[in-house]
């Protein structure tokens, strides 16, 4: 795939999906008409450099996109922020961390845990989910987008599967995502800031309640709540790492393989430990009452033996994908 | 030889307005140009060697809106081994360009009368 091709998928995937071919058919005759013109002006090939010197010029993909959606809207406080080129995408985070911060606190409401105390109780997330996002979408603008040498038309990559999957390789695609065998694309590390932001907000926000009504945290949950925020913090440095270096795949799928590990423990753990909550020191409860809380911890034992076996699996597959992938 | 003291502005204010400037005369400059018939890359270069200088990434969704405006018509053609989308001005066009022109006749006109006038 040569550096053009290489450059106009990359284009291709923020147009809108009717003008796709048209677009992309006019931008190919303008960059090789181009490329003709420096190669006759020189009266050689031109050099890897040379062509990389001359895509940079052009302006990133996303960028160069941006120009035909025709969507100027931008987030602008005195001077700009965030551009038209990640104003979209910002909205589609936003939306994804609002939808789910906001799902969570209607099943917790109408669960009638005190967790969230009243409805008031999902406005801090949501705000610090809007600070969180539009601040990591700032720093992605300012240190990619508008400098032309923030990109490598080397290794900037489409989104569209390109690699070529056996039925084994099919299931580790549906469980782990796409392999990522050359860079991460902006877009992947952008989703997965943004998911891991929202359970990370939640887990803090619901923290270790001292009491909820007549019951309060048991050994399960008090103590794995801090390896399990740790694990939590570790995952959400690895997509942030990957913005910066898109070609740490190997290290992205390390990572991966070590959140997994983490959860496995602190799963098995939580397993040994055994209550996820208890009766409170005094308190009293009827046999209803009693009941419910049996309930909490036999739900909570399966779906937490579950996500241990899932886990496992995804582990080994992210081991897997971790040895055969060359270093590079 | 006069020199022209750079504007005491912020960064990137001057091009703001540079390029606030620019924009309408573009839209005149490709009209005109094409009169006659142009694939993008050659109206890009010969607007450049006019002295317009105009970015691919401003032309081609510039050339589109236009299109879609219906001052412009296009077709795909093979040239050079390549297929290459031909733009011309249509008859629509025709009309608004000549409209555009007198237009930027006044303006220009207007605008030599305020900046050469005696400010007192």
Do not use: C
Not at chain 1, 55 to 63: S, V, W
Not at chain 1, 276 to 286: D, E
């Amino acid at each position: 795939m040569t550096l053009i091709d290489r450059y106009l998928r990359a284009v291709r995937d923020h147009l809108p999906r009717e003008q796709q071919d048209d677009i992309i058919n006019e931008l190919s005759d303008s960059l090789h008409s181009r490329f003709e013109d420096e190669e006759a002006a020189k009266g050689r090939p031109l050099l890897e450099d040379e062509e990389v010197a001359l895509l940079r010029a052009y302006g990133h993909p996303m960028a160069v996109a941006a120009r035909y959606r025709g969507d100027e809207r931008s987030v602008t406080f005195g001077r700009r922020l965030i551009g038209p080129e990640l104003f979209p995408i910002y909205m589609k985070v936003l939306a994804v961390n609002v939808g789910i911060t906001v799902l969570i606190g209607i099943i917790a409401l109408v669960a009638g845990a005190q967790i969230w105390p009243g409805f008031a109780g999902i406005i801090v997330p949501l705000a610090l989910q809007f600070g969180f996002v539009t601040a990591i979408f700032v720093i992605i603008d300012r240190r990619w987008i508008g400098d032309p040498d923030g990109w490598d038309p080397r290794t900037v990559t489409a989104m569209g599967p390109d690699v070529d999957v056996s039925t084994f390789d099919g299931i580790a695609v549906q469980l782990l995502g796409k392999e990522h065998t050359r860079t991460v694309s902006i877009a992947t590390s952008i989703l997965e800031i943004g998911v891991i932001a929202v359970v990370l907000t939640v887990a803090l926000q619901i923290g270790r309640p001292e009491r909820i009504g007549f019951m309060e945290p048991g050994p399960g949950w008090r103590d794995v709540f801090v390896p399990a925020i740790a694990v939590l913090v570790f995952a959400f440095v690895t997509p942030i790492v990957n913005l910066i270096r898109p070609r740490w795949t190997r290290f992205r799928v390390a990572s991966h393989a070590a959140v997994d590990i983490g959860v496995i423990a602190i799963g098995i753990v939580s397993l040994m430990l055994g209550s996820w909550v208890v009766l409170a020191p005094g308190a009293t409860a009827t046999a209803e009452e009693l009941s419910v809380m049996v309930a909490i911890n036999t739900v909570t034992r399966i779906s937490v033996a579950a996500t241990v076996v899932l886990t496992g699996i995804t582990a080994a597959l992210e081991i897997r994908r971790f040895v055969r992938m060359r270093p590079g | 030889m006069a020199t022209i003291d750079k504007p005491a502005l912020p960064d990137g204010a001057f091009d703001n307005l540079r390029l606030e400037l620019r924009r309408g005369a573009l839209v005149l400059a490709v009209l005109a140009r094409l009169r006659t018939e142009h694939y993008g890359y050659a109206l890009r270069k010969a607007l450049t060697e006019q002295g317009m200088d105009i970015d691919e990434n401003t032309l081609y969704p510039l050339l589109r809106r236009l299109e879609t405006q219906g001052l412009l018509d296009s077709e795909w053609r093979e040239e050079d081994r390549r297929p290459k989308r031909f733009y011309r001005l249509s008859a629509d066009g025709r009309a608004v360009l000549a409209r555009l022109l007198e237009q930027w006749a006044d303006l220009d006109a207007s605008l030599r009368r305020i900046t050469t006038e005696d400010p007192r």
